[in-house]
């Protein structure tokens, strides 16, 4: 398991003890009708080398129903590891890397309320301002879950005068038989930390507020072609 404090997950319909009568583990056998499905693998998993057998009567069949390769969470990731601040209007998003499945279903909650089912991105409303987001990312199909919550509450968003100052490029996008060019200069955190203090404020300066508002203005000027510097 990637996580130390995760235990195995033994799947409690791997083996229908139904069908089997008695099982042979090493030399001990096991009565599966008084065992349920997860105390007969719990008893089989704590035999590391015995071999398994199966009595059968001659022409006798055996079913067996199994669960090969279930869908495994591998790494859940979001901006600045959930750390980052939350505003109002500005979209969060979930990355998740899974094994043996295509798709996770992540879940949204403000306040432990549902707010978003279903999809890696969302974005904070002024009704959620005050309130804790939090996330529920699982595999499809059904296997496990895993949840997250952000640090910090979400925020109402500062005020920002260059996005005000340029309103006629806000409020619209570029139009059919025209296309908006954006360029910017995002300053390299490299440059950031040495920024002399009297110049910008630690707080105002620093990479879990600041990210989050140059994501809020990229998305606001609605550019066709973004190009950006200092992206490290």
């Known amino acids: 398991d990637r996580k130390k404090s995760r235990k195995s997950k033994i799947p409690q319909h791997f083996i229908t003890p139904s069908k089997l009568p008695s099982i042979r583990v090493g030399h001990e056998f096991i009565n599966t009708k008084e065992l349920s499905g997860l105390d007969m693998w719990e008893s089989l998993s704590s035999q590391k080398e015995a071999i398994v057998s199966f009595p059968l009567a001659l022409g006798q069949t055996l079913d067996l129903q199994l669960d090969a390769c279930p869908p495994t969470i591998l790494s859940v990731n979001s901006f600045h590891d959930f750390q980052s601040r939350v505003y109002c ?23 432990s309320k549902l707010v ?11 009704a959620d301002v005050g309130g804790k987001v939090q996330v529920v990312v699982s595999t499809v199909p059904s296997y496990e879950s895993e949840a997250y919550e952000f640090e910090y509450p979400v925020e109402p968003l500062p005020f920002l005068p260059i996005i005000e100052s340029r309103k006629h490029w806000t409020d619209s996008p570029s139009g059919p038989n025209r296309v908006r060019v954006m360029t910017y200069n995002l300053l390299a955190d490299q440059y950031a930390k040495q920024t002399p203090p009297d110049h910008y404020a630690s707080d105002i300066i620093n990479r ?17 072609i973004i190009c950006l510097q200092e992206v490290d």
């Not at 979930?94 to 909650?109: D, N, T, Y």
């Not at 879990?208 to 066709?224: T, V, W």
Request: hydrophobic share 40%.
């Open 116 to 126: 978003e089912s279903d999809s890696d991105t969302y974005t904070p409303s002024e």
């Open 89 to 111: 209007g500005v979209p969060l998003a979930i990355q998740a890397k899974i094994l043996h499945g295509h798709r996770v279903k992540v879940s949204w909650f403000v306040n």
């Open 208 to 224: 879990s507020r600041r990210m989050p508002l140059l994501l809020y203005e990229i998305l606001a000027y609605q550019a066709d």
